[in-house]
Every structure is written in C-alpha cells, then in structure tokens.
C-alpha cells in the first residue's frame, strides 16, 4: 500500500520527513493558487524515489521506484496527479517479487506515452549467476492510460537494464546498460556495457549494440542527433591525460548504433555524466565532478556537437563549470529555456542534503540559484510546466526512509 500525504506550500525550505504528518492537510484543501507551487510527498516511509514526471492531460504523469511495504523489493509504479500534485491514480507495473526499477517516461506524438526501466524476473537463475536475471522493459500507454503493449528485452544469461529513451526517426531508442561478454571490445562478462537497443514502433528489437572496455560502463541517458545518437554515462575504461577512476564519458553513434567518436570528462577520482541535451549546434551534460579530498560539485559542460574530441580538448569543450563548490554537489537533469537552461540536483548543507536548482544563462554563468529543503532531498528530473514553471521529482527523507517528493515551483524556481 502507498500512503499519500499533502505539506502546505513552504515559502524557502522543507520541514523534516518525520514532521509530515503533524503538518499534513486534505487533497482537497487547496488555494485558488496552489497550482502555481506547491509541495507534495507520496510514499510509505520505506525507499520510495521519483525518477521522473512530465506535464499530461492538465496535470502530472510520475514515474517513481517504491519498495514494497511489507516486502523487501521494489516495483515500478506509474502515479497520474491533477495541476494541484493531488493523485489520481496509481499503478503498479508488472510486479515480480524482485527489484524492478524505474527508468524515463517518453511522451508520444499520438498522447500516449511510453516508459522505461528495469525488470528483474526471480524465476530465472543461471549457472553463471544465482541473483535474479535482470531485463530492459518498455511500455506502451495510449492517451487513455490504458496498456497498448509491452516488450521485455534481454537474455537468461546476462542482465540488461533500462535508462532512458527518446524518440527516434523511425521507432526509439533505449540507453542503458549490459553485463554481457563483450568479445569486440574486451568487456569480461560481469562487467557493465554501455547497451543501445533500437526497436520499432511496435516495440520489436530492431537492434542492440554494445559500447565500453574492459572496465565497467554505463548509460544514463540518449538523445537523437544528426545522423544518429548521442549517450551520456559514466565509464571506467576509456581516459584521457590527467584522468583516472570514473569518468564522463560521451559517445556519438551513426544510426545503426556504430560508434562515429567519443570523449571523456573529469579529473583523477569520481566523476559522472547523468543527462545530456542539444542546444544549438551544442551538447550540454549535467553530472558531477569529485575533487582530490572526495568532495563532488554539480558540474556542467558545453561541447560542440561536430567534434567532441580533440586531444587537447580545447577546441572542443566551449564552457565546463562547477556549481555547489562549498559541500557537496550533484546535477542530475538539464532543460533549455529561452535564456540559458535549468538544472536540478542536490547540494550539501550544514543541516543536511537540500534540492538543488540552478539557472544557467547560455555561455553558463549563474543567474540564480534556490535550495529546497536541508533534511535529505534530491531532484532527479525537472520539465516546464504549462504555465512558465517547472515540475520536478526526486526524493526526501535519510537513507532507506525516502518519500517520491514532487516540487511545483514558478518561473523564478521559487515556492
């Protein structure tokens, strides 16, 4: 079961998970204005985290991974809410008793929408490996919220997993992750591969493709370009001078999936690429860099599209640039406005973590920025809402006691 609990609007900061039930009130008790900002936490005290939420149907679509009350594994539910973030309905997809996870919603040029994830079936257990096999699963949804179809996309013998999706000229395209032998490129089975995998539009497979080394690599998010594809992820494979550990890594595909050129970013420790969008003749890449102490910053790079390498790097990377510099930082999603974009992550406080927003102008200096909260919240995707705000999803709460927390703010990123 999902508890639902409403928190009135909060001009600056979030109260403490533990305080929503003294301060909760009604669905229905709501001002003229409350579409406008508002806060609203879902869940039932256990690990439950918002992974990404789009404008639909004059309201909001929620794709959230929750842990299951009296079980230990996790499914992936699909919430629709009104313009007030009051739930409408809510659906579990496909439960199978194991740890299915939540990936991206795509919304479709018919209404419907599309939605991606992890699907972990317990019933297969290989030789190889005794944990459950894990698969990418898509689903379609028409306008209606009514399932059109759905497609499980992996093998018994290895575990594939989804991330993201985007639309593709002709069908979609799926980034996420394989820990398939890979004989071409010298991945030893077990470690991670970054996986493209093209279907139709019915969902049918059209074709999977594997890109990495011999350490472990990994997508998190895929836009179409100009002749083919664009992933963002983390790899511990490929360096360049001054690079160790994880890296930002960015791959350009042709529209079969066959690598045309890729670059890494980041320093001597940790560092991760998490979404990716185009702006112009751009790329833009929201991650995190770590420094040589361990601390991370949310950090932003702009590359030109045509050439993402150079060995010196220089005439590729047009700005890169930290954010959060006093405690830790992350970014975890990017949009384009009309002056510059929106990022959303997390920032470290003396009282805690706090939802992190950023307003970025075009060449990257900062314009603004807000923190939501102080007690444990992270904002893992953001989109513009109707009326010039902007929606976003994440998480509040300590670790293994997270709520799905979703954050309407106005156009300035205020509440």
Sequence with gaps: MI????????????????????????NTDFSSDQDKS????????????????????????????????????????????DKFGNSLSVDTIKHSGGNNTAGKLLMTDDGGFLLTGTYSDTTIVTEEDEDEDE????????????????????????????????????????????????????????????????????????????????????ANDVILINGGYAVVGTSESFFEPDQAAKNIILIKTNNSGNETDKMTYGGS?????????????????????????????????????????????????????PFGTTLNGKAYDVIKTQTGYIVVGEKELTTGIAAYFINIDFDGNLMYENVLGGYGQAMYSIELAADGGYIMTGCSGIEENEMICLIKVNSDGEL
């Design 269 to 321: 420790n940790d560092d991760y690429g998490n979404s990716i969008i185009k702006s112009n003749e751009a790329f833009l890449i929201a991650g995190s860099v770590e420094d040589i102490g361990g601390n991370s910053d949310a950090y932003i790079i702009k590359v030109h599209e045509d050439s993402i390498h150079t060995p010196e790097k220089s005439d590729s990377t047009i700005w890169n640039k």
């Design 38 to 81: 508002f806060v609203k936490f879902l869940g039932s005290y256990n690990k439950d985290i918002g992974k990404d939420v789009k404008p639909f149907n004059n309201g909001y679509l929620l794709l959230a991974t929750v842990t299951s009350v009296n079980e230990s594994n996790t499914d992936i539910v699909l919430i629709t809410l």
């Design 135 to 218: 698969d990418i699963l898509l689903v379609k949804f028409d306008s209606g919220m009514s399932q059109e179809w759905e497609s499980i996309i992996g093998s018994d013998e290895d575990k594939e997993q989804g991330k993201s999706i985007c639309k593709a000229t002709s069908g979609y395209i799926i980034a996420g992750s394989t820990d398939a032998e890979g004989v071409a490129n010298n991945n030893p089975k077990g470690k991670w591969d970054i996986l493209l995998v093209k279907v139709y539009d019915s969902g049918e497979v059209e074709w999977m493709k594997n890109h990495g080394g011999d350490g472990d690599d990994e």
């Design 3 to 26: 508890i639902f609990k409403t928190m009135n609007k909060l001009k600056y900061i979030l109260c403490v998970v533990l305080a929503i039930t003294i301060n909760s009130c009604s």
